[in-house]
């Protein structure tokens, strides 16, 4: 059994359940998603499609891959779309099953939990906090190297062109495995266009949390090494609903850039504020979220009492390899929400 517990935010659903109240009194700044709901576009194609649930879906989303493809401009047979990035990572370990694998931590507590199910050697490098959680220089002898670019937890984000810097220092042999769930909201390119360049290069991408939709279960996996899994991928990952809002939510540009805007001005506004807090040390950040430090446990216990009275969530992630201290991570949501989780943390 691991000695790292995994949790994980996002359990409005439970709460609401468990204190009997209603779930859309719950705010959760637990979890990473785009504040403004799913694209209007994504809902209007899940009601025009609803009569599909009478059939079975694709065995393989053939109209999705090739939305994809169309929109990241890679061939169509370099992506398989799955079931939430989750589904994909644990389907990639335990296929390409690697005997000894590097995790930079802190890291989504998920990628080590995947790794012990098939016994592999785990090594971790931490990131260093007096250097912004940036990658190490050096490469990492082993079979696979798992990064998430912007960290998951941290924010902290490494742009293409030094990712590809960093990439290019590995052995062709090590499978670099590039988590990028966050990389929309830092309006950077998604490493995508350089999987040719490096066939041991595999990005993640999940499809929930930039448009809002982890009821539904969307992501992919970009790389060259695709073609040879896909044979080996259990059919009907993804079910029609999910696709249809998919591709719609993909066409969507307005949607885009509202959500762009507002993630650029909250970010900027909270951190400012977040400066204000003696009791708190927030980290800069490029995605959509906040961690951020309290002074003592204490502090992170009393801060979360009084969140939970009031049906507001958020991730301790005290229990997170490679963080050290009460740290606790938040979500940037809309102004109004945004004030009053500062009003909280101010009366700490």
Same mark, same amino acid.
């Given at each position: 059994?691991?000695?790292?517990?995994?949790?994980?935010?996002?359990?409005?659903?439970?709460?609401?359940?468990?204190?009997?109240?209603?779930? #859309?009194?719950?705010?959760?700044?637990?979890?990473?998603?785009?504040?403004?709901?799913?694209?209007? /576009?994504?809902?209007?194609?899940?009601?025009?499609?609803?009569?599909?649930?009478?059939?079975? @879906?694709?065995?393989?989303?053939?109209?999705?891959?090739?939305? +994809?493809?169309?929109?990241?401009?890679? @061939?169509?047979?370099?992506?398989?779309?799955?079931?939430?990035?989750?589904?994909?990572?644990?389907?990639?370990?335990?296929?390409?099953?690697?005997?000894?694998?590097?995790?930079?931590?802190?890291?989504?507590?998920?990628?080590?939990?995947?790794?012990?199910?098939?016994?592999?050697? %785990?090594?971790? =490098? @931490?990131?260093?906090?007096?250097?912004?959680?940036?990658?190490?220089?050096?490469?990492?002898?082993?079979?696979?190297?798992? *990064?998430?670019?912007?960290?998951?937890?941290?924010?902290?984000?490494?742009?293409?062109?030094?990712?590809?810097?960093? %990439?290019?220092?590995?052995?062709?042999?090590?499978?670099?495995?590039?988590?990028?769930?966050?990389?929309?909201?830092?309006?950077?390119?998604?490493?995508?266009?350089?999987?040719?360049?490096?066939?041991?290069?595999?990005?993640?991408?999940?499809?929930? &949390?930039?448009?809002?939709?982890?009821? !539904? #279960?969307?992501?992919?996996?970009?790389?060259?090494? =695709?073609?040879?899994?896909?044979?080996?991928?259990?059919?009907?990952? *993804?079910?029609?609903?999910?696709?249809?809002?998919?591709?719609?939510?993909?066409?969507?540009?307005?949607?885009?850039?509202?959500?762009?805007?507002?993630?650029?001005?909250?970010?900027?506004?909270?951190? /400012? &504020?977040?400066?204000? !807090?003696?009791?708190?040390?927030?980290?800069?950040?490029?995605?959509?979220?906040?961690?951020?430090?309290?002074?003592?446990?204490?502090?992170?216990?009393?801060?979360?009492? =009084? +969140?939970?009275?009031?049906?507001?969530?958020?991730?301790?992630?005290?229990?997170?390899?490679?963080?050290?201290?009460?740290?606790?991570?938040?979500? %940037? /949501?809309? #102004? #109004?929400?945004?004030?009053?989780?500062?009003?909280?943390?101010?009366?700490?």
């Amino acid at each position: 059994m691991s000695s790292h517990p995994v949790t994980h935010g996002g359990k409005a659903l439970m709460f609401a359940r468990d204190q009997s109240v209603d779930y #859309r009194a719950v705010l959760d700044f637990s979890a990473n998603v785009n504040p403004l709901g799913p694209p209007l /576009k994504a809902i209007e194609a899940i009601r025009e499609e609803m009569d599909l649930i009478r059939f079975y @879906p694709d065995e393989y989303p053939v109209r999705l891959t090739r939305a +994809l493809s169309e929109r990241l401009r890679i @061939p169509a047979d370099a992506i398989m779309a799955g079931n939430g990035a989750t589904d994909l990572l644990y389907f990639w370990i335990r296929t390409v099953r690697p005997r000894r694998a590097t995790l930079v931590v802190p890291t989504f507590t998920e990628y080590r939990r995947a790794l012990e199910t098939i016994g592999c050697d %785990i090594e971790t =490098v @931490p990131l260093e906090e007096n250097n912004g959680f940036r990658l190490p220089a050096h490469p990492i002898a082993t079979d696979a190297v798992i *990064v998430t670019n912007p960290n998951n937890p941290t924010g902290a984000y490494l742009p293409p062109e030094e990712m590809v810097e960093w %990439i290019a220092r590995f052995d062709p042999s090590t499978q670099i495995f590039i988590d990028e769930a966050f990389v929309e909201f830092t309006v950077q390119p998604s490493l995508v266009q350089y999987i040719d360049r490096f066939p041991n290069l595999w990005i993640l991408r999940s499809m929930t &949390k930039f448009y809002a939709l982890p009821g !539904l #279960r969307l992501g992919y996996l970009a790389g060259s090494g =695709v073609r040879s899994l896909i044979k080996k991928r259990e059919p009907w990952q *993804v079910n029609s609903l999910a696709e249809a809002a998919g591709i719609a939510a993909l066409v969507d540009r307005p949607y885009e850039e509202a959500t762009l805007q507002l993630a650029q001005r909250e970010r900027i506004w909270l951190w /400012k &504020k977040l400066q204000d !807090l003696p009791s708190i040390r927030a980290f800069p950040t490029s995605a959509n979220f906040f961690l951020a430090r309290c002074d003592s446990g204490e502090t992170l216990d009393r801060l979360i009492e =009084v +969140l939970l009275k009031n049906n507001i969530l958020i991730r301790d992630c005290r229990e997170i390899e490679g963080l050290e201290g009460a740290c606790f991570r938040f979500a %940037i /949501k809309t #102004r #109004r929400e945004n004030e009053l989780l500062i009003q909280h943390l101010r009366s700490l």
